[in-house]
């Protein structure tokens, strides 16, 4: 940690150091409505607001529908705004997610992770937000608390960056971590104050030939959200990617700087490989399921195994040359993905993975675990079975079904 | 409220500048064109306006190009009131915070009818009863025009759309028009009133005043459609003063719930012989052509007395308050 910056411990679970996170932010608005096991989060933040220790306006909208349509138009009239959801809150923002990244909005959302119905499930998964894969949001997924508050914090300078412009989902996995205390060092009110900074804005040019801030302002009149048709459509989408490409070396450039005030990073902001270096056999894996992973490889490199954790924390912009880096030596590799795409050839995450290795001279078998879907437990005994199947796949080059389920009973 | 009515003349209107310009990409004839130029004619200072989806969203916003002079945001078609909401919200954050300067800025959110009876009623509910300031102007085609005229739960009784045709067994749209302002009304909302673009004056004045309330307002503004209603085109502004003089759509004002007739409708509530029949206003209007035969005059016949009975129950409304 850098020299004298003091830090506070807090207890605080998953939902709470998010919300802490948000008041520290200084955030202009929040509009939301509430969701299990999200609740926590707006419920601190009212708190927050009944005792006066925030300026922000709260704005409780009668579903999520309108809470992510109010969060966009404030963010448009110049606003930081925040929000959270989850799994049926999320599906039913679906519309509006695409309207808030094709609107440049950069509106920041906690999404506590969690099974979508049917049947009614409130346990966590990565169903919802992985269902919003293509909607244009950065999408960061966070491994404990302590990241859920450090990476809420950084999701405004990310979403916020004026070569960006784009809005953010951190997950944090539902109950795991958003209902479970941990002791979360968080930093001084001033200083992620000042580590935030004000809002930027990326400027536009009017017809008058001025430079203004790209924001409703009665100042100056803008046409925001119009319609765009054959001859402009595309290059309004073109111009979304360029976002995300440069959402790609802006979270790089904001861990690094962030770990110069707390001492904390996370890989590179991007991924995290975990003994991954010499590793022969690798897993991926995206969300709290990887710090028991690492349990278990810490325990297997005593028993003598070369078994490494690659863990996926920007799944969106997706960091596809880091991942080859980083997985390229990998004899066998296992990609866990805890939600399903139903009638594709294995989860989300497989996809992408494998699809971002297809290039490489060396083509390491790749398998897919899908697990923990509606919450069920992933044991350190089941995710044990993982290595052992990869050190088997090596042995004998033979992969046998592609795509697996784990703990499941059939 | 303020008091003190606002006083003005034609001459000032002419002389405001338009903050809904001229360039657009509406039908000849199109009613909530006129309105919309109208309304902006009512503001009083800064203001924003955020429009739901429809057809005077797509005439007006055509990337590059842009009908209005003042900040304006589309998101969606269901929303116009939660984006009123968010705007209201950051302004007053801002302002709080000292990041924008302390200046009042009005926030008007426009529908169509689809955009308030339908799919955007919850937004507008929920954003009425969290008592953001705002003035919600519904410009009411009476159905989905922009995509082909389809039925709205704002399309009033034997009207012919693309989904209620008018066929040999069902003639036209069978159901009643949703009461909205008797909705919004039970919002125990500060501001309610009716306006039709022929009666240019009230309109305006009815803007000012929904503007002036600190809250929510609702506007309901009748807006002929020459396409949607298969009615000539120079004829829209004539169909806005046949639809109040028929007591189709009566104008009035609803001030903390209290009713009162607007000048034209009062005039027929005095002299009801003035009261013209719905057979005036519907005669002409191609929707409402199918009703002019024999086998549907009993149709006719039920429009003209629900027309009679609203009508009686609105005076009695008007008269209890």
């Not at chain 2, 989806?53 to 055509?62: A, D, F, K, L, N």
């Amino acid at each position: 940690m850098p020299k004298n910056i003091k830090q506070e411990t807090l207890g605080l679970n998953g939902d709470e150091a998010v919300a802490f996170a948000a008041k520290q932010c200084d955030v202009d608005v929040v509009a939301a409505y509430p969701i299990t096991p999200q609740t926590i989060i707006v419920e601190k933040f009212s708190e927050y607001v009944a005792n006066g220790e925030v300026k922000t306006e709260f704005v409780c909208t009668e579903s999520e529908h309108s809470a992510l349509t109010a969060c966009l138009a404030a963010s448009a009239t110049g606003a930081r705004t925040f929000t959270a959801s989850a799994s049926a809150g999320l599906a039913l923002m679906n519309e509006i997610l695409f309207v808030t990244s094709g609107s440049r909005a950069p509106v920041v959302m906690a999404i506590a992770n969690r099974a979508l119905s049917s049947p009614l499930n409130i346990h966590g998964d990565h169903s919802d937000s992985m269902a919003a894969r293509d909607s244009g949001w950065i999408q960061i997924y966070v491994e404990n608390a302590q990241e859920a508050y450090d990476s809420i914090i950084q999701a405004f300078r990310i979403a916020e960056d004026t070569g960006v412009s784009l809005p953010i989902i951190v997950g944090l996995d539902g109950f795991t971590l958003s209902h479970t205390l941990e002791n979360v060092d968080v930093l001084s009110d001033e200083l992620a104050k000042e580590f935030v900074g004000e809002r930027q804005f990326p400027t536009v040019i009017t017809h008058e030939g001025k430079t203004v801030p790209y924001k409703l302002d009665p100042d100056n009149p803008m046409t925001m959200g119009p319609i765009a048709l054959q001859n402009y459509y595309f290059e309004f989408k073109r111009q979304q990617q360029e976002g995300m490409n440069n959402a790609l070396k802006k979270i790089v450039e904001i861990n690094n700087e962030y770990a110069g005030i707390s001492g904390r990073s996370y890989g590179n902001g991007l991924i995290e490989a975990y003994k991954l270096e010499d590793a022969e056999i690798a897993v991926v894996c995206v969300g709290s399921t990887s710090g028991t992973l690492k349990v278990i490889i810490d325990e297997l490199r005593q028993e003598g195994l070369k078994a490494g954790l690659l863990r996926l924390r920007t799944f969106r912009p997706l960091p596809v040359e880091e991942l080859r880096n980083a997985l390229q030596n990998s004899k066998a590799i296992a990609v866990m993905d805890k939600s399903m795409s139903f009638g594709g050839l294995g989860g989300a995450v497989f996809q992408e993975i494998r699809h971002a290795l297809y290039d490489e001279k060396t083509h390491p078998p790749i398998i897919n675990y899908i697990y923990g879907l509606g919450g069920r437990d992933s044991s350190p005994r089941e995710l044990r079975k993982i290595f052992e199947e990869l050190t088997r796949i090596v042995k004998t080059g033979n992969v046998d079904d592609q795509v697996r389920y784990l703990g499941l009973r059939e | 409220m303020t008091t003190q009515e606002w006083k003005f003349t034609a001459k000032d209107i002419a002389l405001k500048p338009d903050l809904f310009l001229s360039g657009h990409r509406a039908c000849a004839g199109c009613g909530p064109a006129t309105v919309l130029r109208l309304i902006m004619k009512g503001t009083r200072g800064p203001t924003i306006v955020t429009e739901a989806t429809g057809c005077m969203e797509v005439v007006s916003s055509i990337y590059p190009y842009t009908s209005w002079g003042l900040p304006w945001l589309h998101t969606a078609f269901e929303n116009a009131a939660a984006n009123a909401s968010g705007i209201e919200a950051a302004l007053k954050a801002l302002r709080k915070k000292g990041k924008i300067k302390n200046e009042h800025v009005d926030v008007i959110a426009l529908a169509g009818d689809g955009g308030t009876f339908d799919i955007g009623l919850q937004a507008l509910s929920g954003a009425v009863e969290r008592g953001h300031d705002f003035l919600f102007v519904l410009y009411d085609n009476e159905g989905y025009m922009n995509t082909g005229i389809q039925r709205s739960g704002g399309t009033p009784t034997g009207a012919a759309t693309t989904t209620t045709p008018a066929g040999s067994v069902i003639p036209g749209k069978l159901e009643k028009k949703k009461p909205i302002t008797e909705i919004m009304l039970a919002h125990e909302m500060e501001y309610v009133a009716t306006a039709t673009p022929y009666y240019w004056k009230d309109l305006i004045t009815k803007v000012r005043k929904g503007l002036e309330v600190e809250g929510p307002a609702f506007l309901h503004v009748f807006a002929p459609c020459p396409r949607g209603w298969r009615s000539d085109p120079a004829k829209s502004i004539e169909y806005s003063k046949l639809a109040v003089e028929s007591c189709v759509f009566p104008i009035w004002e609803a001030v903390n719930g209290k009713r009162q007739l607007s000048i034209p409708s009062r005039l027929i509530s005095l002299a009801p012989k003035k009261k013209k029949p719905v057979k005036d206003y519907l005669a002409g209007q191609g929707r409402f052509r199918h009703l002019f035969t024999p086998q549907n005059s009993h149709v006719l016949d039920e429009i003209q007395r629900a027309t009679d009975e609203h009508w009686q129950k609105l005076l009695q409304k008007c008269e209890s308050a």
